[in-house]
């Protein structure tokens, strides 16, 4: 299982490293952020499992961020930590979901404890998303079937069961994908999504048009984007070197996904 990504979050140096220096030995992947501003735009350019979260910063405070975080990933844990707590805040905080409200100073096994329990939390949440997807992919397949012309009419023809793209090889009769000479763990949904990136190289796809391909369906634009960036994120965490910086699967502006591998 790839590791899970924490951003820190606080303006004041020491507390940056004390909360660091805790969760370093955990083989989570850590990242801090000096202030608001840099959160947001750290949240806004990579996917965070866990935000530890200081909530009295200037000029961008820590609410800022959780809304920021929040629009960008609704499954997003985040623990407040804070010196300065009010009922306001707190019940603001509350309200939009976060996993805890910690007073500081925090210990570091308390920390630690709270943030395995919150990971766990996230892949349980995850996990059961992810079974929803494959179920409403599998009903979807079915009532497909249901509406396919007799075999005796239309029979199959079956594609070329290898498809490569510079060191991807894609299996399509028994459904493996190898990079590198090494064979991924893909789910149904996730080497359908591979597949549809492939064939479609050069060109970038839309949410709308993956979800077509991929998993069968059609929707809005708004559930498409959604769906399709759940998708895409434990797609790179299964391919990527660094998920953070892909490689493989480009994100383009206003357009969609792209497979760039070599």
């Known amino acids: 299982m790839n590791p ?3 951003l820190i979050v606080d303006d004041e140096p020491n507390v940056r490293l004390i909360l660091e220096h805790a969760l370093k030995h955990e083989g989570y992947v850590l990242e801090t952020a000096a202030h608001g501003a840099e959160a947001i735009q750290k949240i ?10 200081d909530l009295y910063m200037q000029p961008v405070d820590g609410l800022q961020v959780l809304y920021a975080a929040r629009k ?3 499954e997003v844990i985040i623990i407040i930590l804070t010196a300065n707590s009010s009922v306001e805040s707190a019940i603001e905080a509350l309200r939009w979901g976060v996993f805890d409200y910690l007073l500081k100073p925090v210990s570091p096994e308390s920390l630690r404890q709270r943030v395995r329990q919150g990971l766990t939390q996230r892949q349980q949440t995850l996990q059961q998303k992810q079974l929803l997807q494959q179920i409403n992919h599998l009903r979807e397949t079915f009532r497909d079937l249901d509406n396919l012309p007799s075999p005796e009419l239309t029979p199959p ?3 070329p069961r290898f498809i490569y793209a510079g060191s ?7 459904r493996q994908a190898t990079l590198n000479q090494t064979t991924l ?7 359908d999504l591979l597949l549809c990136l492939v064939k479609a190289t050069p060109n970038p796809m839309s949410p709308r048009q993956l979800v077509n391909c ?13 769906t399709i960036k759940w998708h895409i994120h434990h797609l790179r965490r299964k391919i990527e070197t660094d998920p953070n910086t892909p490689h493989y699967i480009k ?12």
């Open 72 to 74: 960008q990933d609704a």
């Open 44 to 53: 806004g350019q990579a996917y965070y499992d866990l935000i530890v979260l």
């Open 157 to 159: 023809t079956l594609g």
């Open 185 to 191: 763990d893909l789910t149904t949904s996730e080497f």
């Open 168 to 174: 991807l090889v894609l299996d399509c009769h028994h």
């Open 214 to 226: 991929a998993l069968g369906y059609d929707c809005d634009e708004v559930r498409a984007k959604e």
């Open 251 to 262: 994100t383009v502006r206003y357009k969609g996904y792209m497979w760039s591998g070599e």
């Open 4 to 6: 899970f990504h924490i």
